[in-house]
Nanobody, 115 residues
Framework: QVHLVETGGGLVQPGGSLRLSCKASGINFRLHDVNWYRQAPGKERELVASTKSGGGTDYADPVKGRFTISRDNVYRIAYLEMNNLKPEDTAVYYC?????????WGRGTQVTVSS
């Protein structure tokens, strides 16, 4: 059973930073792409960043230059370092992997950017 647990969310002022973590179990982590999504109230879930099994990364345009995704294949953790946070980054952030085409999600962690 694939299990993903996100941690690290919280309340931060505009311009601040947070580091999210996604701890995975039940999956051969190093063989899979890991994605961070977010969903703001009243909006659809959107892809924020991806770390590929082969080592590459992708970012959505709104977060390029501010967010950094990374992974530790030994401890099976994916990270999302978020800097220069803006109020529009407020959302629930979810970790996602696919195994044999089936998507798995964590429960999410709330990020609120407000003064």
């Amino acid at each position: 059973q694939v299990h993903l647990v996100e941690t690290g969310g919280g309340l931060v002022q505009p311009g601040g930073s947070l580091r999210l973590s996604c701890k995975a179990s039940g999956i051969n982590f190093r063989l899979h792409d890991v994605n961070w999504y977010r969903q703001a109230p009243g909006k659809e879930r959107e892809l924020v960043a991806s770390t590929k099994s082969g080592g590459g990364t992708d970012y959505a345009d709104p977060v390029k230059g501010r967010f950094t995704i990374s992974r530790d294949n030994v401890y099976r953790i994916a990270y999302l370092e978020m800097n220069n946070l803006k109020p529009e980054d407020t959302a629930v952030y979810y970790c996602n992997v696919k195994r044999q085409g089936v998507p798995f999600w964590g429960r999410g962690t709330q990020v609120t950017v407000s003064s």
